[in-house]
């Protein structure tokens, strides 16, 4: 009977030289194929119970005389011993079974070179932290000296500066009008102005207060020179929190933040664009990293994190964003469903064609995902988060101040008791703190990098003075309230933050604090923490309507100013928005005054002598703020959309319009 021809005839005429290239070219493919196939946990506990068979033999059964082939065996022994354990150790993080053979080990090593780097890098850091007097006095000196020759150090004779007592006397306190011209000479394109070289990024602020971003030039490998170890350790801080230690997938939700050029090419946008890095192990492929539109952006991350049943870490670039997710969860469960069930992308969907193809080889069919998830939600949507990934260990994303209403939401609706951790104080003009404590639920804590800034304070009395005294960072109290000032190593010095910040303790020497408010945050007499405080406790107490979703407030003037009927009386309007639109009775709404009252002496006082008159509480329609910010956005287009802050007073009178025009 005549064979059929098989493959090495065909190979036999070919030259060996080729034929060799063909073998190593067939072993590759076969071993790069394997490295990105499906990962699976029980081949890795075969294999290793395997080679820990095999180790012990080839180390203690071992008979041959030669000293050198003995010597080789054993030390072959104790390596198939370690790459038992190893295995070993990998099957019990129990990794995902939707991890490639590649994407474990990465996250695998990734995770063990974190638990290493955790106790240098504590060490580091709180070494630094014990004496914080001269930390401060030797940091100063270096940003002095290693800044003397640029234009601005020489225009302020840095090299002069001996002493932390002769800056405070010779530089005043600034604000970013002072530095404006020296950005603008960056920008066009001079070297060596604020900080040795040119920007390799131009960081925007959000322009929430002044309406206009703030542009402060970036030396972005000097930063991560100088900040690479605060970032890493935070992340071996996560941890702590349990299931983390699982070989499991992160889900960082995040929204592409636009990026412009400068006209002579140097990249423009949110402080988040400059180092824009997508976690491997995410549960969102690529792609859906590279759109900058909110809403296809989140249905894409709620799809791909949903298909996923084993996520551990979420993190996200603030709580408000972070709410708009698990929100679009909640509205769109059973389209989403149907799209896992098919492995298919909702056509209603705005992608370009390239892109949705490319995002649907991510996606396969699963019908049993699907109907776990509809049963799931069939029994309601409080508290989704833990019964949708029951291995989820936290929520990672800056929660407080302007953020606290969100952060609040998310623990209510959504989150349960899952922990919610901020990890650090951070702004486009730079990183201020880092929290040490990622794991307490029961405040959020930021400590002050005594070897990264120089840091003032700024006593709460004297915030609103011309020329205020400042403490330095050993001479303040727990208890103390201070607008925070910081010189930088990226140009600039005595710079008023305009974060007003509570000491808590100390660590060390080094003070914690945490966050109030913005010095800017103040209606009248009255601070915006407080007046947030009064507006949630009154909202604790209502019988009627749903929660409070956010507020803002202003003063009668500027309304009266819109609608023309003006009164001798003097009062705030307060705009409220509930989660849904089911309304709050007037009596709920007088709740808002007495608040008010209990918690502003002076408030009170002006109520009963009628120096002020009782607040007009009006509800807004669900998604009123929604419509502020895409306005605020529309206005301030070179803001990243994750970098917003609903403002909580307003003088605007296109914001005040929007606010009247929707009341319920």
């Known amino acids: 009977m005549e064979r059929s021809p098989r493959v090495e005839d065909y190979l036999c005429w070919l030259p060996s030289k080729s034929l060799s290239a063909i073998h190593r070219y067939t072993a590759h493919t076969g071993i790069m194929a394997l490295i990105h196939s499906r990962f699976?946990?029980?081949?890795?506990?075969?294999?290793?119970?395997?080679?820990?068979t095999l180790g012990l033999y080839l180390t203690f059964r071992s008979s041959?005389?030669?000293?050198?082939v003995l010597l080789t065996e054993r030390l072959v022994g104790i390596v198939f011993m370690l790459a038992s354990v190893v295995a070993a150790d990998i099957y019990r993080s129990k990794p995902v079974h939707s991890h490639t053979w590649s994407s474990m080990l990465q996250q695998y090593v990734s995770f063990k070179k974190l638990l290493i780097q955790h106790y240098h890098l504590k060490r580091k850091i709180l070494a630094s932290m014990q004496d914080v007097k001269t930390a401060q006095a030797h940091l100063l000196r270096d940003i002095l000296n290693q800044r003397a020759d640029v234009?601005?150090?020489k225009d302020f004779k840095f090299s002069d500066i001996k002493t932390v007592e002769e800056f405070l006397a010779r530089h005043p306190l600034t604000t970013y009008i002072h530095y404006e011209s020296y950005v603008s000479r960056v920008v066009d394109g001079e070297r060596d102005v604020m900080f040795p070289g040119a920007p390799q990024y131009i960081a925007l602020s959000s322009g929430t207060t002044s309406g206009k971003s703030k542009r402060h030039p970036k030396d972005l490998k000097f930063f991560?020179?100088?900040?690479?170890?605060?970032f890493v350790y935070l992340r071996t801080t996560l941890f702590r929190f349990r299931h983390m230690s699982k070989l499991q997938l992160w889900h960082d939700i995040r929204v592409k933040p636009p990026i412009t050029k400068s006209h002579l090419g140097v990249p423009m946008g949110a402080g988040s664009g400059s180092a824009y890095f997508v976690c491997p192990f995410s549960a969102s492929p690529p792609e859906v990293y590279s759109l900058e539109k909110e809403q296809t952006s989140l249905y894409l991350h709620s799809l791909f994190g949903l298909k996923e049943r084993c996520v551990t870490l979420f993190s996200s670039l603030s709580t408000p964003l972070a709410l708009n997710f698990f929100k679009t969860i909640q509205k769109y469960w059973k389209q989403l469903c149907e799209d896992i069930e098919s492995g298919t992308i909702n056509q209603t969907i705005d992608l370009e064609p390239g892109t949705r193809q490319k995002l649907q080889t991510s996606l396969t069919p699963d019908s049993e995902r699907?109907?776990?998830?509809?049963?799931?939600?069939?029994?309601?949507?409080?508290?989704?988060?833990?019964?949708?990934?029951?291995?989820?260990?936290a929520l990672h994303a800056p929660g407080t101040g302007s953020f606290s209403f969100a952060t609040e939401?998310?623990?209510?609706?959504?989150?349960?008791?899952?922990?919610?951790?901020?990890g650090v104080h951070i702004s486009s003009e730079g990183l201020y703190g880092l929290n040490l404590h990622v794991e307490d639920q029961t405040k959020t804590e930021y400590t002050i990098l005594p070897c990264l800034n120089f840091y003032e304070f700024i006593p709460e009395d004297?915030?609103?003075?011309?020329?205020?005294?400042?403490?330095?960072?050993?001479?303040?109290?727990?208890?103390g309230e201070y607008e925070m000032v910081v010189t930088t190593w990226m140009g600039l010095y005595r710079y008023r933050t305009g974060d007003v910040v509570r000491v808590s303790s100390f660590t060390g020497t080094t003070p914690n604090y945490t966050f109030s408010q913005r010095s800017s945050?103040?209606?009248?007499?009255?601070?915006?923490?407080?007046?947030?405080k009064a507006v949630k406790d009154a909202a604790r107490t209502w019988t009627s309507g749903t929660s409070l979703y956010n507020y803002m407030a202003c003063e009668s003037q500027h309304v009266e100013a819109i609608t023309g009927d003006v009164t001798s009386s003097r009062y705030f309007y307060i705009f409220l928005e509930l989660e849904d639109n089911s309304a709050l009775t007037d009596e709920d709404k007088e709740k808002v005054d007495s608040a008010l009252q209990s918690h502003f002496e002076f408030f009170r006082g002006s109520r009963i002598t009628g120096r002020i008159g009782a607040p007009v509480v009006i509800q807004v329609k669900s998604g009123t703020l929604d419509i502020i910010k895409q306005v605020n956005c529309d206005l301030n287009s070179k803001a990243a959309v994750q970098q917003y802050k609903y403002p909580k007073f307003t003088m605007k009178p296109e914001l005040i319009r929007i606010l009247l025009a929707n009341k319920l």
């Open 40 to 52: 699976n946990p029980f081949l890795v506990l075969i294999v290793g119970i395997h080679l820990g």
């Open 64 to 68: 041959s005389q030669n000293v050198l």
């Open 151 to 153: 234009a601005y150090g």
């Open 224 to 230: 991560g020179k100088i900040s690479w170890m605060y």
């Open 370 to 393: 699907a109907d776990e998830l509809r049963k799931i939600f069939r029994k309601g949507t409080s508290h989704f988060g833990p019964r949708v990934w029951p291995n989820m260990a």
């Open 409 to 422: 939401l998310l623990k209510k609706n959504f989150l349960g008791e899952v922990p919610v951790s901020s």
């Open 462 to 479: 004297s915030i609103d003075k011309e020329d205020p005294t400042t403490l330095l960072a050993h001479e303040v109290e727990v208890g």
């Open 521 to 532: 945050d103040f209606i009248d007499k009255y601070p915006e923490f407080l007046f947030t």
